[in-house]
């Protein structure tokens, strides 16, 4: 059994094509016509290249003759490139008071803009200390202040929520 599971994870060239007839195209990308694998095999031999299954849902099914070898690194490395230009979002905190002055806030504000601008997720958190927490709904009133400042570039994923001795609010880029 693990012997033929080998084989399928193989990749379907040369003697591995196992198809009555298949459609052919040439290394400059003409079509040589439809034909048996051993013909096209042989043609491929002729060249000293590979003859490649590049789609196995068509009828009848399509190869390629082509240098199988660069064939696979080019693929690899439109994969490297691919996974380069992709950024994962992160959640990024911005920690304050409900008592912050306004230069703070404007701080705080603007890093949360930068976070966003760059793709990542903002968590807004306010922090309460003692007795500070009995004015939730002040720090309610400047995550709700914060979310209007920033409604052109964000929008609120989760609204303002207690969780312990912090309120927390989550904004993420707009598309």
């Given at each position: 059994?693990?012997?033929k599971?080998?084989?399928?994870?193989?990749?379907?060239?040369?003697?591995?094509?196992?198809?009555?007839?298949?459609?052919?195209?040439?290394?400059?990308?003409?079509q040589?016509?439809?034909?048996t694998?051993?013909?096209?095999?042989?043609?491929?031999?002729?060249?000293?290249?590979?003859?490649?299954?590049l789609s196995?849902k068509?009828?009848?099914?399509?190869c390629r003759i082509?240098?199988?070898?660069?064939?696979k690194f080019?693929?690899e490395?439109?994969?490297?490139?691919?996974?380069k230009?992709?950024h994962?979002?992160?959640?990024?905190?911005?920690?304050m008071?409900?008592?912050?002055?306004?230069?703070d806030?404007?701080?705080?504000?603007?890093?949360a803009?930068?976070?966003?601008?760059?793709?990542?997720?903002?968590?807004?958190?306010?922090?309460?200390?003692?007795?500070?927490?009995q004015?939730?709904?002040?720090?309610?009133d400047?995550?709700?202040?914060?979310?209007?400042?920033l409604?052109?570039?964000?929008?609120?994923?989760?609204?303002?929520?207690?969780?312990?001795?912090?309120?927390m609010?989550?904004?993420?880029?707009?598309?």
């Amino acid at each position: 059994m693990s012997l033929k599971k080998t084989n399928r994870d193989l990749p379907q060239i040369n003697e591995r094509i196992r198809f009555r007839e298949i459609r052919v195209i040439d290394t400059d990308g003409g079509q040589l016509g439809i034909m048996t694998p051993a013909e096209a095999l042989r043609m491929a031999e002729e060249k000293d290249l590979d003859l490649v299954l590049l789609s196995d849902k068509a009828e009848p099914p399509v190869c390629r003759i082509m240098d199988y070898g660069k064939y696979k690194f080019e693929q690899e490395k439109k994969a490297r490139e691919a996974k380069k230009k992709q950024h994962a979002a992160e959640v990024k905190e911005v920690k304050m008071r409900y008592k912050i002055e306004e230069h703070d806030y404007n701080v705080r504000i603007n890093q949360a803009e930068r976070f966003l601008k760059s793709g990542d997720k903002v968590k807004a958190t306010v922090t309460f200390r003692g007795r500070e927490i009995q004015h939730a709904d002040l720090a309610e009133d400047l995550l709700k202040r914060m979310a209007t400042d920033l409604q052109e570039i964000a929008e609120v994923q989760q609204s303002p929520k207690r969780e312990g001795r912090n309120m927390m609010m989550l904004l993420s880029p707009k598309k």
